[in-house]
């Protein structure tokens, strides 16, 4: 990969052919069927891999949504991680061990609970470690993201959303 003077990246042939035949990273540029059924059947004579092809949904959006919702790609460290605890150091780490703060907190956990969202946090714990691991900047926040103590206690944003009375439930609507 270059990067020229103005900042756009070139690839070399070889380096965009090594991308497009390894794994499968063609399967995310044809979505066409037809065309992958194609591509697999003379993959074997070219030696490159054969495209995986999409499942066809065949059941209803929110029956699907539920059952993939905790199908997330989550490392093990992350997927064990007990959200409570952690916001629960969080605060410390802040020095925010405060009633007011805690309730909060405890009166959000629920609400996410509720809605079966632990492991949405969980992966953003890992999302929000993954970028400060390797420099990339969040805790921008938007909207109504930033009336929610759990998501400032992750790194999600930067407002302390109890300092500025700020109600979670704008937020988890």
Wanted: proline share 2%; hydrophobic share 35%; with cysteine.
């Amino acid at each position: 990969m270059n990067v020229n003077e103005y900042g756009q990246v070139t690839f070399s042939t070889d380096e965009v052919l090594e991308g497009l035949y390894s794994d499968n990273a063609l399967a995310d540029y044809i979505e066409d069927q037809d065309e992958i059924l194609k591509h697999n059947a003379y993959a074997d004579q070219f030696e490159v891999a054969k495209l995986h092809t999409q499942d066809t949904i065949t059941q209803p959006v929110f029956e699907y949504h539920d059952k993939m919702s905790d199908h997330w790609h989550l490392p093990p460290q992350w997927a064990q991680i007990d959200v409570e605890k952690y916001c629960l150091s969080k605060l410390q780490t802040h020095g925010l061990v405060q009633e007011n703060y805690i309730e909060t907190l405890n009166n959000e956990l629920q609400e996410y609970k509720q809605r079966n969202m632990m492991t949405l946090l969980k992966f953003l714990i890992y999302l929000i470690d993954t970028c400060n691991t390797n420099n990339i900047v969040s805790g921008v926040g938007r909207g109504s993201s930033v009336s929610s103590l759990v998501l400032y206690l992750i790194g999600v944003h930067y407002i302390d959303p109890v300092k500025y009375n700020l109600n979670y439930k704008e937020f988890l609507r």
